[in-house]
């Protein structure tokens, strides 16, 4: 019954390695977004799509690709992994059709660690 | 760029009682949220707020928008267990549709 889901929910790789973490939503929502969140410094945002032509860096993006594959799915790539990206990984979606087009939603998360 | 400064860091507390924690920053917001994180967990909406002064409550949590634009708070009456967890503000940047800025959070702690 998750709105917004995350596969898997815990990886560790090895430097070097491809990663990719995938987010599918059930909320019919357009727009959808990556974050990571690290201690001491809460979430920050690395990609973010209004649809599934658009696609946008955040403010962390060196390192990491996207892709949009449908309104539902969204994919985090790291194509060459390296320790410092050992982190949680946050998809979020929210609508822009609403007034409540600010509120975005989260789904559980994936831990990731490389060694 | 803004930045929001979330306080308290932590918070521990008995079992009953009120908890207050806000986010302030220097910059205009259109929009504040407040999020709570379980362990393991990804964050979930508390509140949204749209309007500056604006007062809303969900259960025993209230949460207002500063008229100033550049605050916001959350109090939560009556604590139990169950609301131990980490508690973010996020805010919509004036000028922005999508961007949002994370305060750091404030861990609560229940004491039962």
């Known amino acids: 019954d998750a709105d917004v889901t995350q596969t898997p929910r815990n990886r560790i790789t090895k430097t070097g390695k491809r990663i990719m973490l995938e987010c599918s939503q059930t909320?019919?929502?357009?727009?959808m977004y990556w974050y990571r969140q690290d201690p001491g410094l809460g979430l920050r945002l690395i990609y973010y799509s209004f649809d599934v032509k658009d696609i946008n860096k955040g403010e962390i993006s060196d390192g990491y690709s996207v892709s949009r594959q449908a309104q539902a799915k969204f994919s985090l790539s790291l194509e060459s992994a390296i320790p410092n990206q050992t982190a949680l990984y946050f998809c979020a979606t929210s609508d822009s059709g609403r007034s409540s087009y600010n509120e975005q939603f989260f789904g559980p998360g994936t831990r990731l660690t490389v060694l | 760029g803004q930045q929001l400064n979330q306080s308290p860091q932590s918070m521990f507390i008995q079992e009953g009682e009120d908890v207050s924690m806000n986010c302030t920053s220097s910059?205009?917001?259109?929009?504040w949220l407040w999020y709570k994180q379980d362990p393991g967990e990804g964050p979930v909406l508390l509140i949204a707020l749209y309007k500056a002064g604006e007062l809303t409550s969900n259960g025993r949590l209230t949460a207002q928008f500063g008229i100033t634009r550049k605050d916001s708070f959350l109090n939560i009456s009556a604590s139990i267990p169950s609301d131990v967890g980490i508690y973010f503000c996020?805010?919509?940047?004036?000028?922005?549709?999508?961007?949002?800025?994370f305060g750091k959070g404030t861990l609560l702690t229940v004491n039962p």
């Open positions: 910059s205009i917001f259109n929009t």
């Open positions: 996020a805010g919509q940047p004036r000028g922005s549709n999508y961007k949002l800025t």
């Open positions: 909320k019919g929502h357009d727009r």
